[in-house]
């Protein structure tokens, strides 16, 4: 009963008009999850980079006073975790290619406008899969209703056994 008040709420009195519904909801679920996941993807490279350069920048004056004392392993050793926190960051950059760092405050307000869009990109998601998961469930309910699962798996049975 809910499966027909469904259908004639939203004028689906046509299958095909329901399957090519049911295809549109789904890519929109698919396109809105995609792009929250490159949204995240870039959060996280930002993120890393902005460690990096508050890394960089903490370790600095250690470092420049470690090559003035020309790479001394005792020096090294009493300034170990700086140290290697620096070439880390060093390389990083070098990794991006990087050769004007952007500042924090740039990279932060970056991050929040893209937090942003994360925001509102997960009100489109949650709609889209729930109207996709509704219209999956009223084709599964039609479907089943009109014999068309039965008559798919009977087609797959003969196409199996065709092909052995």
Same mark, same amino acid.
């Given at each position: 009963?809910?499966?027909?008040?469904?259908?004639?709420?939203?004028?689906?009195?046509?299958?095909?008009?329901?399957?090519?519904?049911?295809?549109?909801?789904?890519?929109?679920?698919?396109?809105?999850?995609?792009?929250? $996941? =490159?949204? @995240?993807?870039?959060?996280? @490279?930002?993120?890393?980079?902005?460690? +990096?350069?508050?890394?960089?920048?903490?370790?600095?004056?250690?470092?420049?006073?470690?090559?003035?004392?020309?790479?001394?392993?005792?020096?090294?050793?009493? +300034?170990?975790?700086?140290?290697?926190? +620096?070439?880390? /960051? $060093? $390389?990083?950059?070098?990794?991006?290619?990087?050769?004007?760092?952007?500042?924090?405050?740039?990279? !932060?307000?970056?991050?929040?406008?893209?937090? /942003?869009?994360?925001?509102?990109?997960?009100?489109?998601?949650?709609?889209?899969?729930?109207?996709?998961?509704?219209?999956?469930?009223?084709? /599964?309910?039609?479907?089943?209703?009109?014999?068309?699962?039965? !008559?798919?798996?009977?087609?797959?049975?003969?196409? =199996?056994?065709?092909?052995?």
């Amino acid at each position: 009963a809910k499966t027909l008040n469904f259908l004639i709420e939203n004028g689906l009195t046509d299958y095909d008009e329901l399957t090519a519904r049911a295809e549109q909801a789904g890519t929109r679920f698919d396109e809105t999850s995609r792009r929250i $996941k =490159q949204l @995240e993807a870039r959060m996280a @490279e930002v993120a890393q980079l902005k460690t +990096h350069i508050i890394n960089y920048s903490k370790t600095r004056d250690i470092y420049v006073a470690y090559r003035k004392a020309g790479y001394s392993k005792a020096f090294r050793a009493e +300034h170990e975790s700086e140290i290697l926190l +620096h070439q880390a /960051a $060093k $390389k990083y950059f070098d990794e991006l290619g990087l050769k004007k760092l952007p500042t924090v405050k740039s990279l !932060q307000a970056e991050y929040a406008a893209l937090l /942003a869009k994360k925001k509102s990109a997960y009100a489109d998601y949650r709609t889209a899969r729930d109207e996709m998961r509704e219209l999956l469930t009223v084709k /599964a309910n039609v479907d089943r209703l009109m014999g068309y699962e039965e !008559q798919e798996k009977e087609t797959e049975a003969t196409r =199996q056994e065709e092909q052995r």
